[in-house]
DNA sequence: GTGAAAGCGCTAACAA
DNA sequence: TTGTTAGCGCTTTCAC
């Protein structure tokens, strides 16, 4: 049995086609006696239109294409389901393509959804640099809004988390439970995510002590270099108590000697690894060090204690990314936005005060420090105004 | 500046629309020369077929719809890359649907899909019983497989991990390395991973010990049952050695009394709930008790022990779904397939053989061996030959 | 082996 | 407000 198409609904309603389509897709004014008319017709004939003809006719597929590095990034599947569903209530579909962390599949991916003819694209990109040249041109072909991510300057729209602020949460927080002698646990690099956070880390920790924005240590966003961290800072480190040697840049190197008694890492799965080896070695954690991470993946409340840590504003940034690439096509080349919203600041066990030694057995307490919405908007606006925003290198 | 058309090439190539759709298509035989010339000047115009035209006139869109419950579900990640990556590699695109657990929701995912001509569905049922329905509806039309999770039966091809295998691989694992009380933490109801993995067990189980088939506490998939169940088990579970009175068949009933020397836990997230409860109650994992999972999502990796569980297949269910999807289409009702494939077993820390036991096997004899603070490696090879399929990874 | 022509189902001009 | 007409870009008969 083959589907109903426009002409049939049009004879079964008595009218022309082109009446049915304008009723269907709302297009133009029409009688009310004939819309109900048509759409009983469509309603008993069971007829759906066809996308593809649809497409083929008005150039626009009604589908957006989601570019993702790898699926399996902890973070991301929150992110896509949040993307997934704002943009069908949009009434847009989402192709997905998984790239593996490689550019020139990123690309392939990208050359692909613009054949298939989607309306826009959003985009994590794999490669800072590497990229860029694939996200440039399509973002002259469609609408392309970045996620997450950068590529370079001035490529396209960009919406990701605030980094700045949401490290500024975490260092106001350690010191507000009496941490001093703090250390970063970052990823090497010029990616946003990596830099902004390691820049957020060291213009604020000197509030809490002068020699904590120089203890920084940097590898890559995994588990393995949270432990590797762990180990290097304990083995190599300063004994607590006697007065360390002045450490290299890019060592942990204490200003007056002894171990730190927080760990803030520039994500979850560094901290989650951290948080392991300080176990293994008999810390306590959050007793002697607290522990801090950085997205709120959800391994973050699984572990024991809990994981401190930055959530980011998935539905915010998945509406807005939404709404970007809702907005008309582009008169000329009009500024790229950059647009960063700011986090919420969740705390659990891994960061409590020292005399609440940590075996709660209630680990769901999660007292997420409400982020005030006036203020989170006006990051917004303003950040709307700054049109282009350069990253930081 | 917009985009070449088949007229485009075929005006630059001298010949018609006709040949040039052939010579991209590969439909007919065409002449080496005129080939190579059609080919020469759609490279030389960046020809892009426009997918909407050709789905309009052949009937496919080369899409496949995959309908997913929850994609934050952590097993789900590690599926969707694998199928994605089978789809492309047959080049078909992949529409993303993400139904939020809700069976209505996934209806109307499942209609919209089919308004868009998908040429297939990969499905994972929302809901064992619920999401039947729209299932078959969508089934009749155009080819569909269900995986990990059935609806019914009869319904629809379908590919998921044999859980009965797996099982059996996690109690010869115990069995080996001298665990003779275990428990089963599993999942009430009847959808197929809850009843075959607790079937299983109570089949298998009875080789350690004759009471061990009725040790079977039910809740649902999740951390927090895990938790929950170890607290039923430690709190109201028999002391070790005083002889405990006869339990209800859902508790935990020892024959002999005494806790348990082994969690099975029908899924990761419970494993990693229940180890973490464990730890919390000052019980050595795997000192005291063995704590093993199921499925492998990267989590179990990452907790101090790794979870020892059993690895789903993932490649190869995706390579067989998607063989699946490319068969051509029914001609009547020919009886559906139902693919079980054959998963590993990866040993982790948290199964390691307690030092005390003297007759462990081999293996586990290196595994404790390795036991110390930095053994954080899988011993996936090994346990590959025992396993009954090799993966192809 | 190649070309001419006829649509796939729909929307957008342009008339009425 | 409604109908008529012309395609969107492609594949696929059918001729040659």
Redo the contacts between chains.
């Keep these: 049995m083959t589907d109903a198409t426009l002409r049939d609904v049009a004879r079964a309603s008595g009218c022309s086609v082109a009446t049915v389509s304008r009723v269907l897709a709302g297009t133009r004014p029409v009688g009310a006696e004939t819309a109900a008319r048509v759409r009983a017709a469509a309603a008993q004939l069971g007829y ?6 649809r ?2 006719r008005s150039r626009a ?1 009604g ?1 957006v294409g ?1 570019v993702l590095p ?3 990034n ?1 973070f ?3 992110l ?2 949040a993307l ?2 704002a943009l ?1 209530a949009d009434g847009r ?6 790239c ?1 962390d490689d550019p020139e599949a990123e690309a392939e ?1 990208i ?7 989607v309306d826009a694209l959003l985009v994590i990109p794999a490669h800072e640099r590497r990229s860029r040249e694939a996200v440039a041109a399509a973002a002259a072909r469609v609408p392309l809004v970045l996620m997450d991510r950068g590529c370079g300057t001035g490529v396209a729209d960009s919406v990701a988390v605030d980094n700045a602020t949401g490290m500024a949460l975490v260092l106001d927080h350690l010191a507000a439970v009496g941490r001093r002698r703090v250390c970063f646990i970052g990823a090497a690099g010029t990616a946003s995510a990596a830099a902004e956070r390691r820049l957020a880390y060291e213009s604020g920790a000197a509030a809490l002590d002068p020699g904590a924005p120089d203890r920084v240590l940097l590898g890559d966003f995994s ?1 393995e270099w949270g ?1 590797a961290a762990v180990d290097e800072l304990w083995e190599s480190g300063p004994r607590d108590g006697e007065p360390g040697p002045e450490g290299e840049p890019g060592r942990c190197a204490p200003s007056g000697g002894g171990l730190p008694d927080a760990l803030v890492c520039a994500n979850d ?1 560094i901290a ?2 951290a948080l ?2 300080l ?3 008999g810390v306590d954690v959050p007793g002697q060090v607290a522990v801090t991470g950085f997205d709120d993946i ?2 973050a409340t ?3 204690p809990g994981i401190t840590t930055v959530r980011q504003p998935v539905s915010e940034l998945a509406a807005e990314a939404a709404r970007l690439l809702r907005r008309p096509p582009q008169d000329g080349t009009r500024p790229h936005r950059t647009i960063r919203l700011a986090p919420d600041l969740v705390v659990r066990e891994s960061s409590a005060a020292r005399r609440q030694s940590g ?1 709660s ?1 209630r ?2 307490q999660d007292m997420t420090a409400q982020q005030d919405v006036t203020a989170q908007q006006d990051m917004t606006a303003q950040q709307d105004l700054t049109a282009k925003v350069e990253e930081a290198q």
């Design positions: 759906r239109p066809n996308h593809a003809a497409a083929l597929t589908t989601l790898q699926i399996t902890p991301y599947p929150t896509v389901r997934t569903h069908h579909a989402v192709l997905l393509a998984d593996d991916h050359a692909d959804l613009l054949a298939r003819r588990a432990r799965l989650i690894g392991q080896r176990q293994q070695r959800p391994m699984l572990s024991a075996h057995a680990n769901e």
